[in-house]
C-alpha cells in the first residue's frame, strides 16, 4: 500500500493539532476493502467456452473491470481493495477446477502487478475437493502471494466446521491463514431463482447462510480446534450478532450441543467485514471487539450509490463507535490481521 495509509504519523512528538487532523482525516480516507468481489474476465470467457455458465445467468457485474474499481476505489477514499473470487460453475473434474482456479488466480496477480498498491487478493478454495483445495492453498498462498482464502458458507449443503473440511483447515491452520467466508444460495434453493418469488436470495438468504456456517463452527468449535486460522464473516455476520442470545439458550439442542460459554467465545474470535449495507453497530458491539470490525465494500455487487449514499454516511454517523474505532474499522483493523498488506 502507499506510505500515505500510514497511521504512524500520527503519533509523532511535536505534530501540531492542525496536522494532526489533517493526518487523521486522511488516514481514514486511506480505507482498506476487504469485501471486493472479482469475476476473471478470462475465466468467464473460459467457463462459457466450456459451456459451464450461461452468462444470461450471471450477474451483469461479474465482469471485472480494474479502472471500473479505481475510479470507485477513488470516490470512496479506498487505498487497496482485497479481491474476493468469484467462479460459479459445475466444474466436471478435479483437473477443471484446478484450471479454474489457475485462471483466477493468474488474472488477479496480473490485476495487482499492473495496479501496485491498490489490489491484493484471496485465494478460491472448493472444499468439496479437498485434494484441489490443498492445491490452491499451495498455489495461492505459497506461490501466487494471496493474503488469504476465500470459502463459501457451504458446499453442497455441508456448511463450515463440518469434520469434513479437517483436513484442508488443518493445512491452513498451520500457515496461520485468513479465511474469508462468503455466502450463497441455501441448499435446496431453485438452481437459478428465488427461493421466494419476488426476493432476491441475496436479500435475506444469504444472511441466513452465512448465520448456519457461523453457528456450524461454533457447534464443533471450529476456532478453538484450528487456533491459528482467523475467519471472516461477510455482512457483519448475518443474523449471529442478533440471535447470540438465542444460541446460548438453545445451543444444548444443537447436535453437538453448543456451550453458552463457547458462542461468548467465537463470536469474540470471529471477524466482520461491514458490506452491505449493515445494521447500526451496537448489537455487533455487544459481543465483539471494535478491532474485529473490517471495512467492506461489496462492490460490485452492491452498486456504487448504495456504497456512497447509504452504507459509507451510515457507517461515518454510527454513535456506537467512536472515532479511534472509525479509523480501526477503515484502515487499522485490517493491517493488525494482515500486516502483508502494508507491502501489498
Same mark, same amino acid.
Not at 450441543?257 to 458490506?275: E, K, S
Not at 467492506?296 to 454513535?319: C, E, I, K, Y
Given at each position: 500500500?502507499?506510505?500515505?495509509?500510514?497511521?504512524?504519523?500520527?503519533?509523532?512528538? %511535536?505534530?501540531?493539532?492542525?496536522?494532526?487532523?489533517?493526518?487523521?482525516?486522511?488516514?481514514?480516507?486511506?480505507?482498506?476493502?476487504?469485501?471486493?468481489?472479482?469475476?476473471?474476465?478470462?475465466?468467464?470467457?473460459?467457463?462459457?467456452?466450456?459451456?459451464?455458465?450461461?452468462?444470461?445467468?450471471?450477474?451483469?457485474?461479474?465482469?471485472?473491470?480494474?479502472?471500473?474499481?479505481?475510479?470507485?476505489?477513488?470516490?470512496?477514499?479506498?487505498?487497496?481493495? #482485497?479481491?474476493?473470487?468469484?467462479?460459479?460453475?459445475?466444474?466436471?473434474?478435479?483437473?477443471?477446477?484446478?484450471?479454474?482456479?489457475?485462471?483466477?488466480?493468474?488474472?488477479?496477480?496480473?490485476?495487482? +502487478?499492473?495496479?501496485?498498491?491498490?489490489?491484493?487478493?484471496?485465494?478460491?478454495? /472448493?472444499?468439496?475437493?479437498?485434494?484441489?483445495?490443498?492445491?490452491?492453498?499451495?498455489?495461492?498462498?505459497?506461490?501466487?502471494?494471496? #493474503?488469504? #482464502?476465500?470459502?463459501?458458507?457451504?458446499?453442497?449443503?455441508?456448511?463450515? %466446521?463440518?469434520?469434513?473440511?479437517?483436513?484442508? /483447515?488443518?493445512?491452513?491452520?498451520?500457515?496461520?491463514?485468513?479465511?474469508?467466508?462468503?455466502?450463497?444460495?441455501?441448499?435446496?434453493?431453485?438452481?437459478?431463482?428465488?427461493?421466494?418469488?419476488?426476493?432476491?436470495?441475496?436479500?435475506?438468504?444469504?444472511?441466513?447462510?452465512?448465520?448456519?456456517?457461523?453457528? +456450524?463452527?461454533?457447534?464443533?468449535?471450529?476456532?478453538?480446534?484450528?487456533?491459528?486460522?482467523?475467519?471472516?464473516?461477510?455482512?457483519? %455476520?448475518?443474523?449471529?450478532?442478533?440471535?447470540?442470545?438465542?444460541?446460548?439458550?438453545?445451543?444444548?439442542?444443537?447436535?453437538?450441543?453448543?456451550?453458552?460459554?463457547?458462542?461468548?467465545?467465537?463470536?469474540?474470535?470471529?471477524?466482520?467485514?461491514?458490506?452491505?449495507?449493515?445494521?447500526?453497530?451496537?448489537?455487533?458491539?455487544?459481543?465483539?471487539?471494535?478491532?474485529?470490525?473490517?471495512?467492506?465494500?461489496?462492490?460490485?455487487?452492491?452498486?456504487?450509490?448504495?456504497?456512497?449514499?447509504?452504507?459509507?454516511?451510515?457507517?461515518?454517523?454510527?454513535?456506537?463507535?467512536?472515532?479511534?474505532?472509525?479509523?480501526?474499522?477503515?484502515?487499522?483493523?485490517?493491517?493488525?490481521?494482515?500486516?502483508?498488506?502494508?507491502?501489498?
Amino acid at each position: 500500500m502507499p506510505d500515505s495509509t500510514s497511521t504512524s504519523e500520527l503519533h509523532l512528538p %511535536g505534530l501540531a493539532s492542525a496536522e494532526a487532523e489533517a493526518a487523521a482525516g486522511q488516514a481514514v480516507q486511506a480505507k482498506i476493502d476487504m469485501h471486493h468481489h472479482f469475476c476473471a474476465p478470462e475465466w468467464r470467457e473460459w467457463a462459457e467456452r466450456h459451456e459451464l455458465v450461461n452468462p444470461r445467468q450471471l450477474p451483469p457485474w461479474a465482469r471485472f473491470d480494474a479502472e471500473d474499481s479505481i475510479r470507485f476505489m477513488d470516490r470512496v477514499g479506498i487505498a487497496t481493495a #482485497v479481491l474476493k473470487p468469484m467462479l460459479p460453475a459445475k466444474y466436471h473434474s478435479s483437473a477443471q477446477l484446478r484450471e479454474a482456479v489457475n485462471i483466477t488466480l493468474l488474472s488477479m496477480l496480473e490485476v495487482a +502487478n499492473s495496479h501496485p498498491g491498490r489490489f491484493s487478493f484471496y485465494a478460491p478454495l /472448493f472444499l468439496e475437493d479437498a485434494e484441489a483445495s490443498s492445491w490452491a492453498v499451495r498455489r495461492g498462498l505459497g506461490q501466487f502471494g494471496a #493474503v488469504g #482464502v476465500n470459502v463459501t458458507a457451504n458446499h453442497g449443503g455441508v456448511y463450515l %466446521g463440518d469434520p469434513s473440511y479437517d483436513r484442508v /483447515f488443518h493445512e491452513l491452520d498451520d500457515l496461520g491463514a485468513v479465511v474469508d467466508t462468503h455466502p450463497h444460495n441455501l441448499p435446496g434453493s431453485p438452481p437459478g431463482g428465488a427461493a421466494v418469488p419476488g426476493i432476491p436470495n441475496f436479500v435475506c438468504d444469504f444472511l441466513l447462510d452465512t448465520t448456519r456456517a457461523a453457528v +456450524n463452527m461454533i457447534s464443533h468449535r471450529t476456532l478453538d480446534r484450528f487456533p491459528n486460522i482467523k475467519v471472516i464473516l461477510p455482512h457483519a %455476520g448475518g443474523f449471529l450478532p442478533y440471535i447470540a442470545p438465542r444460541i446460548q439458550a438453545l445451543g444444548r439442542f444443537c447436535d453437538p450441543a453448543v456451550d453458552p460459554g463457547a458462542v461468548r467465545d467465537h463470536l469474540r474470535r470471529f471477524y466482520y467485514d461491514t458490506a452491505g449495507p449493515m445494521a447500526p453497530a451496537a448489537a455487533l458491539l455487544a459481543h465483539v471487539p471494535a478491532e474485529h470490525i473490517l471495512f467492506g465494500t461489496d462492490w460490485p455487487a452492491a452498486p456504487a450509490d448504495t456504497v456512497v449514499d447509504l452504507a459509507l454516511p451510515a457507517l461515518d454517523a454510527d454513535p456506537a463507535f467512536t472515532p479511534e474505532q472509525l479509523t480501526g474499522v477503515y484502515h487499522d483493523n485490517a493491517l493488525s490481521l494482515i500486516p502483508q498488506l502494508a507491502t501489498v
